[in-house]
């Protein structure tokens, strides 16, 4: 199975992140995701054996926050870069809180076998991914004409285990278990 650790959104900002894309989604030809795939990745594992589940979920349930999290979605930006793009994302700022548990998690998944990353943490929600060349001006013009780029904040209180299967829509994220971010 394919597995992935993170932290769902709240509501209103998943609503929020819909409205945008419902507004964007006629400027350009791309992959949009749908509003409810929307999650902040703390680490991705990979493909994991299901018999060593209850081995990670163990690990998982050790984490504990150094620090609280907080949590701002506001802006939009391009991977890897606004001239030959990947990605159109939502921009996440956060408290030292998230990087902290991004890394603790991925040194954690390290001592299970799974590689750790040697890029630097930069949290994101995807919002359309751009697979080939297509004509992105009236997208990006409808983006400089955006009044608002404020999606919400919130403080969770809880990250995820997911499981990602392909699906005809795109993937399908189930949630195996979550794991408290409440400080000792």
Partial sequence: MRLFTGIDLPKSTEEKLD????HLRIHAHIKWSPAYN?????????????EKLPELDAALKTLRPTASIDIGVRGLGWFPNPHHPNVLFAAIHASDGLANLARATD????TLGVKTETRAYTPH??????????PLDPLRRAIAALENVEFG????????????????????????????????
Avoid: N
């Avoid at 929307?38 to 299901?50: D, E, M, V």
């Fill in 107 to 110: 040194e954690l998944c390290g």
């Fill in 19 to 22: 409205l945008l894309m419902s």
């Fill in 125 to 134: 929600l995807t919002l359309a991914r751009i697979k080939e060349p297509v």
């Fill in 153 to 184: 904040q919130f403080s969770p209180d809880r990250f995820f285990l997911y499981r990602s299967e392909p699906g005809h829509a795109g993937s399908v994220y189930t949630k195996l278990d979550e794991y408290s971010l409440a400080q000792p």
């Fill in 38 to 50: 929307l999650h902040i990745t703390t680490k991705f594992i990979g493909a994991w054996p299901p």
